[in-house]
Nanobody, 119 residues
Framework: QVQLVESGGGLVQAGGSLRLSCVAS????????MGWVRQAPGKEREFVAS????????TYAESVKGRFTISGDNGKNTVYLQMNSLKPEDTAVYYC????????????WGQGTQVTVSS
């Protein structure tokens, strides 16, 4: 079992920045993918970014490419999402998620943290 706890959400004006954190606890493993998924009211969940826990390439949704950066600190079991140049359309609940390398679906989810960007 893996527990994920997000923090760092809040209210910010367009053009501002926020940094989200996700702390993982419980059973962890090296061959896993960590990521961020968001959901706005009335919309489906949308992939934002992901990275290999043990290092390697990162992937981003086209809508956030060049503005968001995913990173991790293995010593702290923490994944971050640095969000710059925020837009009102970035407003959503942001979820931390994890899956095994061989999985096509996210296996673990955090409780979510609200990000609101005003125009």
């Amino acid at each position: 079992q893996v527990q994920l706890v997000e923090s760092g959400g809040g209210l910010v004006q367009a053009g501002g920045s926020l940094r989200l954190s996700c702390v993982a606890s419980g059973r962890t493993f090296d061959s896993s993918i960590m990521g961020w998924v968001r959901q706005a009211p009335g919309k489906e969940r949308e992939f934002v970014a992901s990275m290999r826990w043990n290092g390697g390439s990162t992937t981003y949704a086209e809508s956030v490419k060049g503005r968001f950066t995913i990173s991790g600190d293995n010593g702290k079991n923490t994944v971050y999402l640095q969000m710059n140049s925020l837009k009102p359309e970035d407003t959503a609940v942001y979820y931390c998620a994890a899956r095994a390398l061989w999985s096509s679906m996210w296996n673990y989810w955090g409780q979510g943290t609200q990000v609101t960007v005003s125009s």
